[in-house]
């Protein structure tokens, strides 16, 4: 996915207590601002980031604040507990 400067990405609603959710954030492209309460984070090109859904709740924000898109991958793992 593109985001384009002033665009920001919400978190996906996690599905809490079915198992280990994480997401995997990778910057092809460009650079991306991680916020989750005080904390900040720049993600550069090349950078990876993985998100915890169960211990963030679905709690932070990305967005990109510069003059040019950023390009992301964005890939959902979840690992489901056996019955």
């Known amino acids: 996915m593109t985001l384009s400067k002033g665009s920001v990405l919400h978190p996906r609603k996690g599905n809490y207590g079915a198992g280990l959710e994480l997401e995997i954030i990778y910057c092809a492209a460009g650079r991306l601002t991680f916020r989750y309460g005080e904390t900040e984070e720049r993600l550069d090109q090349g950078d990876v980031l993985?998100?915890?859904?169960?211990?963030?709740?679905?709690?932070?924000?990305?967005?990109?604040?510069?003059?040019?898109?950023?390009d992301l991958v964005v890939t959902l793992i979840r690992s489901v507990p056996p019955c």
């Open 50 to 70: 993985a998100i915890d859904h169960g211990l963030m709740n679905s709690r932070y924000r990305l967005s990109n604040e510069e003059d040019q898109p950023c």
